[in-house]
């Protein structure tokens, strides 16, 4: 993984610009406010790129020719490197010297993931083998330059990106066509933003991994971003995203969301960087995915079709509901998607964990289904890697769960306890003409154990709850596993310290919902907290891991939100297959570019099962019946198809009986500071 930046200007960087790069370890930074004209966000972004690769930063400076000739422009590509694969860090921006001896430059923030099990996609383009034990970033740059020796640049491109499986974000500086390509993949699961060129701005045109800044107040309300309904909401509202032609969201921001609609081109020659915004996107060209099974080079050709079947189901051929509360026995239909969603997965999880620093992983866990059967396919599948290797030490597998003090909350606990208690005080008073004072709200973070009269800790929160419940059960499951439950506890006061730098990375997504969940994947990231032993012993604890592993993806799915079973009440089938198809259909522009900021910004890298190219095309081509069926209750019918895997094929009874409860909700970070914001308002007072 790494963090690119590249700005191409009028004007050289001021002196000591790079300077951010070596101070990107600060113990607290804040964002930068963004204000056109001042070229000094350069050394901001330098450093906040930086923290995403730790292991290494390089820097390039070249000159490059833009549409005033008289001018030579000046470009800077700055690379930081998150050592995952391969025996050394490979150094970044790799560099291709031509035979004129120009020099073209290649940033890869990607993985590239292998799998026996090639699931059908619509497209017969060969995948890139990279073989264990050998950095994807390399394998791809020479895929890249070797094809192009035999056809044109644009085809080789095209032709590369088409044999990828995995997630990335990719900058290709063209030396000889003066030509800058960048692009994400189709799911979008890396982060790209761009800054446009407008006039008299010397800061020029940008693009990077990551902004970290927030705009002037005076800009606040217009980006159109922050007037769709929040990324992550549950709300059945209708979503409204205006885009222009090439499919970029309009906005009037500083920064805006490369969008994961293809590969865009960009000849600097052409590139007139007083022209604005709109001379700027009239430059831009783009290259589409395309879903065809009979794509070939000539197309950038998509690893899967977003599709979802269609049938929908007769009513007369679905299994009665004998009881709502109870999964039914599965049928053959069921079984046989069962065991396909099985083998895919847990090949998708094998791929995730099996070439990773030290071995080591964390999963990102509430005790839900999603992230407990993760767990449980980590833990298959790294014990058949331990079995294989004799040089493999007791795999060890963080279970990552946060839990913020949200004084809100906890005051109506204290208040609601106080009152129940001084009821039943009262009562035992007249009773027995005894005195008993109420006893205080514990804040340390341990469970309620039920001994003692005490309320619930600031800390118990309902994802604290059901983690350490899904702990015990896959430690019962799982016994050769060493599982670490790691208690991130986050004090109000610090949560609001980091607030603003939350905020920041967030950008240019500003809703007050994605504020609230991207808190709570900052500091689960952050991986900081601590752990209890057998004996009850506390210790302060620091994963080591650097791969994170996330269940995102399966609601959008599997019929996990109920907005999924709304639509079905008034809708029928047609109208759940309908929001099925809406939901995945917009996987790419919601939610997981900033998730990937949150997460890299300590230096660890996000990964998502669930959006493996081949688990989204089994689980497109399911019947929709089979993925969920909301006749039955929430907790039954919702994601039905997992819930048959945990329980009938993983003995994960209490995890298969879990309802969905969103992460804002869970960690309690939403509505800390106002119980009136609204999930979709925008982020104003920070």
Not at 191 to 205: C, K, M, Q, T
Not at 431 to 459: M, Q, V, Y
Not at 536 to 546: P, S
Request: charged share 25%.
């Amino acid at each position: 993984m790494c963090g690119i930046l590249l700005r191409v200007g009028q004007l050289p960087l001021p002196t000591g610009a790079h300077a951010g790069a070596t101070t990107a370890a600060a113990e607290t930074l804040a964002p930068f406010r963004v204000d056109a004209g001042d070229n000094s966000i350069w050394a901001h972004l330098a450093g906040v790129v930086a923290r995403r690769g730790p292991d290494a930063v390089n820097i390039r400076d070249f000159s490059v020719r833009t549409a005033d000739t008289t001018i030579a422009s000046h470009a800077t590509l700055l690379a930081s490197v998150l050592h995952l694969r391969g025996p050394t860090p490979v150094i970044q921006p790799l560099v291709h010297r031509h035979r004129d001896l120009s020099e073209s430059f290649f940033c890869w923030n990607g993985e590239v993931f292998n799998s026996p099990l090639e699931a059908p996609c619509g497209t017969r383009t060969p995948q890139l083998q990279v073989s264990p034990g050998e950095s994807d970033t390399a394998a791809v740059f020479s895929a890249l330059f070797s094809k192009s020796q035999t056809g044109s640049f644009d085809t080789a491109i095209r032709a590369t990106l088409s044999s990828l499986r995995g997630p990335w974000a990719v900058l290709i500086y063209h030396a000889p066509s003066e030509t800058v390509y960048f692009g994400r993949d189709v799911l979008g699961r890396r982060s790209l933003l761009a800054h446009f060129p407008s006039r008299n701005d010397p800061v020029g045109f940008i693009i990077s991994s990551v902004a970290g800044c927030v705009r002037k107040r005076e800009d606040v309300g217009t980006s159109a971003q922050s007037e769709n309904v929040a990324a992550d909401s549950d709300s059945d509202d209708n979503e409204v995203i205006c885009k222009n032609p090439l499919g970029w969201v309009q906005s009037q921001g500083y920064w805006h969301e490369v969008p994961a609609n293809g590969i865009y081109s960009l000849r600097l020659s052409a590139l007139d960087l007083d022209g604005g915004p709109e001379a700027f996107q009239r430059a831009l060209k783009h290259h589409p995915w395309v879903v065809d099974t009979a794509a070939d080079n000539v197309v950038l050709a998509s690893p899967t079709d977003l599709q979802i079947d269609k049938w929908v189901p007769d009513p007369v051929t679905l299994p009665n509901v004998l009881d709502p509360n109870v999964l039914p026995e599965e049928t053959a239909e069921t079984t046989t998607a069962v065991s396909k969603l099985y083998a895919h997965l847990s090949m998708a999880v094998r791929a995730r964990v099996c070439d990773v620093p030290s071995g080591r992983i964390s999963v990102l866990f509430s005790g839900g289904i999603d992230c407990t059967v993760l767990a449980a396919l980590a833990a298959e599948q790294m014990a058949s890697l331990e079995n294989s290797d004799a040089q493999v030490e007791r795999v060890v597998i963080d279970l990552i769960n946060v839990a913020f003090e949200n004084p809100r909350v906890n005051r109506a606990l204290e208040l609601s306890s106080a009152s129940a208690i001084g009821s039943f005080m009262r009562k035992k008073d007249k009773k027995n003409g005894a005195s008993i004072s109420a006893p205080k709200l514990n804040r340390e973070s341990g469970l309620h154990d039920g001994r003692t009269a005490n309320p619930p800790g600031a800390f118990d929160v309902p994802d604290r709850i059901t983690g350490v419940a899904g702990y015990h059960e896959l430690r019962a499951a799982y016994p050769q596993i060493e599982w670490r439950f790691v208690y991130v506890d986050v004090p109000f006061e610090e949560a609001m310290q980091w607030r603003p730098w939350i905020m920041g990375l967030v950008h240019p997504l500003e809703s007050v919902m994605d504020l609230s969940i991207a808190m709570a994947f900052w500091f689960a990231a952050r991986g900081k907290g601590y752990v209890i032993d057998d004996n009850g012993n506390r210790k302060d604890y620091l994963t080591d891991a650097k791969v994170l592993l996330s269940g995102l993806g399966a609601d959008e799915q599997l019929g996990g939100y109920n907005r999924h079973r709304k639509r079905f009440l008034s809708s029928g089938w047609p109208g759940l297959i309908a929001e099925l198809q809406k939901d995945v259909s917009r996987i790419s522009y919601r939610n997981l570019g900033r998730d990937d900021r949150i997460a890299s910004d300590h230096g660890r890298e996000l990964r998502f099962p669930y959006l493996d190219e081949r688990v989204i095309t089994i689980l497109a081509e399911t019947r929709v019946h089979v993925k969920t069926d909301p006749r039955f209750a929430r907790g039954v019918g919702d994601k039905t198809l997992l819930r048959y895997l945990a329980a009938r094929r993983l003995g994960l009874l209490r995890a298969s009986r879990e309802a969905k409860r969103a992460v804002q909700f869970g960690a309690r970070t939403a509505k800390m500071v106002n119980g009136r914001e609204k999930g979709e308002m925008e982020v104003i007072n920070l």
